[in-house]
């Protein structure tokens, strides 16, 4: 693939590509919210548990 290949391809999707009306922006943006917490959340509870399981780990 040459640069003149490329740069024919990059203009295809540029004339395909729009952008995005704020509906489509609003639910790209609550899922990328979501998806945060969630690996907030997941991330907090496996830090949880292991401080759980390894207290005592260093107690004679």
Do not use: C, H, Y
């Not at 990059?10 to 995005?20: F, N, V």
């Amino acid at each position: 693939m040459g640069v003149g290949d490329f740069i024919n391809d990059s203009r295809r999707i540029m004339k395909l590509a729009t952008k995005p009306s704020r509906k489509e922006l609003w639910m790209s943006t609550k899922v990328s919210l979501l998806a945060m917490i969630l690996v907030g959340a997941v991330s907090f509870i496996i830090q949880i548990i292991m401080t759980l399981l390894t207290s005592n780990w260093g107690v004679n």
